[in-house]
Every structure is written in C-alpha cells, then in structure tokens.
T-cell receptor
Framework: EDQVTQSPEALRLQEGESSSLNCSYT??????LFWYRQDPGKGPEFLFT???AGEEKEKERLKATLTKKESFLHITAPKPEDSATYLC????????????FGKGTMLLVSP | DSGVTQTPKHLITATGQRVTLRCSPR?????VYWYQQSLDQGLQFLIQ???????AKGNILERFSAQQFPDLHSELNLSSLELGDSALYFC?????????????FGPGTRLTVT
C-alpha cells in the first residue's frame, strides 16, 4: 500500500524567511510524485510533477526536489500570498494506479 | 480556473437523504476521479472512471455510487446519508490514467448533513 507522510503539519514563517517542506513516501514503483497547493475551501491546484530521483522543478519562489524516499518543497523568500496548504501525492506503478495524498503542510507566512 | 466544473457548490441535507453531485471534466480529459476531503482524513480517493468505464475503486462506501456518461460528465450519488458524510467532495480529471499525467481538480462541493 502506497503511503505519504508530510512534515511539518504546520509551519509559520516571516515574510522572506526561506524554509522547506518534507514529503516522505513508500510506493511500489514510483510513476510520479505530485505537489499541489490548496487554499481554504478550494480545490487543490497543481504545482509540479517529479518522475525520478535527482529531478528538480521550479516555479517562482517554489522549488521541488526528489530522492528515492522523499521530496522537498523549498520556499525561497516567501510572501504572505504563499500561505496555503501544500499537498504531496504519489502515483505507483500498479495498473490504473491512482494518487495517494499526504495530509499536507499548512503554511502561514506573516508580513 | 482548472477547467473542471462541479455543481452544486454547497449542499445541506438531512440524515437518511440521497444527493447527487455533478462534475464536468476539462475539455479533452477522458478520466474522472472523485475524492472526499474531511478535516481528519485528508484527501481520500473514492473512485475513477475512464471514458465511461469504472477503472479503480478506493475507499468508497457501498452507499455511494458513481457513473460517467457518454459526454464524459460524471455524477456521484450519495445515499442514506450520515452525519459523518459531511465533507468536501472533489472531482478531478486527467488526460490518461495509465501515464503519469497530473490531475486537475474542480472547486468542490461542500456537503453538510444535519
């Protein structure tokens, strides 16, 4: 059974204070690892897909990296508008495999 | 805006009742997924359809059912509702479920069972 654990559960940063969110996973053959951003009461918004260890992707202040056991979402010089819950999900190799989500990290960036 | 639409946005109903949630996928997407999100459980996969056929089942209760129609829209039917069914229900769509394509989520339907 695929499993995803995200840490920390919540993170409070000052504007401009860089940090990283962690996503640890176990999966029977990784087909893809996905990062989403979710604002309160809204649907998850797709950010990145990572396919293999060593891969990195960037979007504005966000950078996602992948190893064989975990992924990190680095947030550089965050702004208050980066406040949201960040979700990590994995897709394994078994048939029509679906996404298994972690419970997310709630990020609050104060001005 | 992801291109996935869901109706209604909010639904308030009583225990024992039945409701239907509707989803229209992004243009060109053939696969539809349903998820339930509650505060303590996070996003839980319920069921997946691809081009009208059921492809995968997750933690979907027997009281719940879904279908995908020829025009690719999907409906999730929830019956004999209980207080614990109160949650956000999301629909997502993707191009091809076999490959590692990202899923795009709709805005959700908030179901409150009283």
């Amino acid at each position: 059974e695929d499993q995803v654990t995200q840490s920390p559960e919540a993170l409070r940063l000052q504007e401009g204070e860089s940090s990283s969110l962690n996503c640890s996973y176990t999966v029977s053959g990784l087909r893809g690892l996905f990062w989403y951003r979710q604002d309160p009461g809204k649907g998850p918004e797709f950010l990145f897909t990572l396919y293999s260890a060593g891969e990195e992707k960037e979007k504005e202040r966000l950078k996602a990296t992948l190893t064989k056991k975990e992924s990190f979402l680095h947030i550089t010089a965050p702004k208050p508008e980066d406040s949201a819950t960040y979700l990590c999900a994995v897709q394994g190799n078994s048939g029509y495999s679906t996404l298994t989500f972690g419970k997310g990290t709630m990020l609050l960036v104060s001005p | 805006d992801s291109g996935v639409t869901q109706t209604p946005k909010h639904l308030i109903t009583a225990t024992g009742q039945r409701v239907t949630l509707r989803c229209s996928p992004r243009s060109g997407d053939l696969s539809v997924y349903w998820y339930q999100q509650s505060l303590d459980q996070g996003l839980q996969f319920l069921i997946q359809y691809y081009n009208g056929e059921e492809r995968a089942k997750g933690n979907i209760l027997e009281r719940f059912s879904a279908q995908q129609f020829p025009d690719l829209h999907s409906e999730l039917n929830l019956s004999s509702l209980e207080l614990g069914d109160s949650a956000l229900y999301f629909c997502a769509s993707s191009v091809d479920p076999l490959n590692s394509y990202e899923q795009y989520f709709g805005p959700g339907t908030r179901l409150t069972v009283t």
